[in-house]
């Protein structure tokens, strides 16, 4: 009776195993070219620091698939992706722009993938990718209007959202753009990362340098939003992150936890009350740059 009781057990516990597995997450991370100096724009090596990292600490939720170089995913592979991640660079070099892939993207969003964009991923052009970007994150980097200066950002509040949990304030020097082109009135966006520019911050009109409104802005000490989320009405989650120019700004903690709490939220997986704990060492900080000469 009792043998015949364990093996009913065992059972169970063998068909719940493909349940278990079916319930994890598919996150699917594209990284861009080599650009930029050393130590900048190293795309290849944040996606495969922060995949490593969520491997590791929210490996039950989620599996997380790479690709390198700008390599895009399958077809397959698109389609079965509950969020997909860009960290590349854009405007007209932009990974998603190119070919039928708007097209292909917006037919993913339709069904309620999460997009998640980070640094230069963020910009797109006005006229292509523009409208698709406003409604898969609720905002983008925008030329003309959007700015990209270098400067140090203390992000001292943070509102109550899973993508904040477990995030302490932080402060990193970084190229972290601002002025976003957002929906109007900030429909279903949150702002989650926020600061004052320094008010002598030089922006001549430019296509990324300055304009008139964000000049207005700035001298009013106007906080602006370098992070944020939206909720689609297709129910899609997105989330835009400005900054990840500075390589060696993944070695904070909190900046770190940021995204790949973002990561998870894009993917509707639970995001855990104190973050996806990770730890990251100056070995693997440096593991995987791209050969750009001295480091």
């Keep these: 009776m009792l043998t015949r009781l364990l ?85 007209t070099g932009h990974p998603a722009i190119q070919k039928d892939r708007l097209a292909q993207l917006t037919a993913q969003m339709k069904r309620g993938c999460g997009f998640l964009a980070i640094h230069w991923a963020t910009e797109v052009r006005k006229d292509k990718g523009g409208a698709e970007f406003l409604e898969w994150m609720g905002g983008y980097c925008e030329p003309f209007w959007s700015v990209n200066p270098h400067w140090q950002a203390g992000f001292t509040k943070l509102p109550a959202h899973p993508i904040t949990n477990g995030v302490h304030q932080f402060t990193t020097h970084d190229e972290w753009y601002f002025h976003m082109r957002f929906k109007d009135g900030m429909q279903a966006t949150t ?74 939220w894009t993917a509707k997986a639970p995001v855990p009350s104190i973050g996806v704990e990770s730890k990251v060492t100056a070995e693997e900080l440096l593991a995987n740059l791209d050969p750009k000469g001295k480091k």
């Design 191 to 264: 702002p989650i990362l926020s600061a004052v520019p320094p008010v002598k911050m030089n922006l001549p009109d430019g296509e990324r340098s300055g304009n008139a409104d964000v000049r207005k802005q700035v001298l009013e000490q106007l906080p602006q939003h370098v992070a944020w989320a939206t909720e689609r009405a297709d129910g899609g989650r997105g989330f835009g992150f400005t900054g990840g120019h500075n390589h060696k700004n993944w070695g904070n903690d909190d900046q770190r936890k940021l995204v790949l709490n973002a990561i998870l």
């Design 7 to 91: 093996l009913l057990l065992l059972s169970l516990l063998t068909l719940q195993l493909p349940l278990l597995a079916a319930d994890k997450k598919l996150v699917v991370m594209i990284a861009g070219r080599p650009s930029h100096g050393p130590g900048a724009h190293e795309h290849n090596a944040g996606v495969l620091l922060l995949a490593k990292c969520l491997r590791e600490g929210a490996g039950e939720l989620v599996d997380v698939k790479t690709h390198l170089n700008a390599e895009w995913p399958s077809d397959e592979e698109i389609a079965r992706a509950d969020t997909i991640v860009i960290y590349a660079d854009g405007y």
